[in-house]
T-cell receptor, first 114, second 110 residues
Framework: SQTIHQWPATLVQPVGSPLSLECTVE??????LYWYRQAAGRGLQLLFY??????ISSEVPQNLSASRPQDRQFILSSKKLLLSDSGFYLC?????????????FGDGTRLSIL | RKEVEQDPGPFNVPEGATVAFNCTYS??????FFWYRQDCRKEPKLLMS???SGNEDGRFTAQLNRASQYISLLIRDSKLSDSATYLC???????????FGTGTRLKVLA
């Protein structure tokens, strides 16, 4: 069966520091991969998605970036964090297009910027 | 107009009650529909997919009305453990994106 791993679970970082969050999927090939952010009490905001190695689509211009160095690995990065980057970061995967398949989420990373 | 709209609630209902949520979507080309459940400070979890003919899973029933562009979720015999935020999700045809509503909060009271 497919599983998704996301780490770390919680992170406290100072303003201006770098960020690297990692997500890996097991049990499937060529998944579609997604990064979302959820601010406290708010809905999910799509940040990036990828449909293949090295392919990244950005939804929101900001100081974050994403990379997909391997088929089942998705990384969210920042060179300098802002206070507004605080939130709950979620990685998700799905398969195909026109497939009527849902997304599945990792456990999330709660990021606090001080 | 938002692509996916939900009443934020909260819906406060007693145990054993039946409660229904609606969700409207703006893109008539939308292809796939889902309901997710999100507990406080947790990731969203798939509750059920929504099929054109409607579908049922235990106490939960989902319906799709393409003409009026809405989906619904009916929960029968509510349990305390049903307390959560319910997210409506739409996947427009030909895209990899999933559009999330902001969710409807349900509180089931003892």
């Amino acid at each position: 069966s497919q599983t998704i791993h996301q780490w770390p679970a919680t992170l406290v970082q100072p303003v201006g520091s770098p960020l690297s969050l990692e997500c890996t999927v097991e049990g499937t090939s060529n998944p579609n991969l997604y990064w979302y952010r959820q601010a406290a009490g708010r809905g999910l905001q799509l940040l990036f998605y990828s449909v293949g190695i090295g392919q990244i689509s950005s939804e929101v211009p900001q100081n974050l970036s994403a990379s997909r160095p391997q088929d089942r690995q998705f990384i969210l990065s920042s060179k300098k964090l802002l206070l507004s980057d605080s939130g709950f970061y979620l990685c998700a995967w799905s398969v195909g297009v026109y497939s009527n398949q849902p997304q599945h989420f990792g456990d999330g990373t709660r990021l606090s910027i001080l | 107009r938002k692509e996916v709209e939900q009443d934020p609630g909260p819906f406060n209902v007693p145990e054993g009650a039946t409660v229904a949520f609606n969700c409207t979507y703006s893109n008539s080309a939308s292809q796939s529909f889902f309901w997710y459940r999100q507990d406080c400070r947790k990731e969203p979890k798939l509750l059920m997919s929504v099929y054109s003919s409607g579908n049922e899973d235990g106490r939960f029933t989902a319906q799709l009305n393409r003409a009026s562009q809405y989906i619904s979720l009916l929960i029968r015999d509510s349990k305390l453990s049903d307390s959560a935020t319910y997210l409506c999700v739409v996947n427009p045809a030909g895209t990899y994106k999933y559009i999330f509503g902001t969710g409807t909060r349900l509180k089931v009271l003892a």
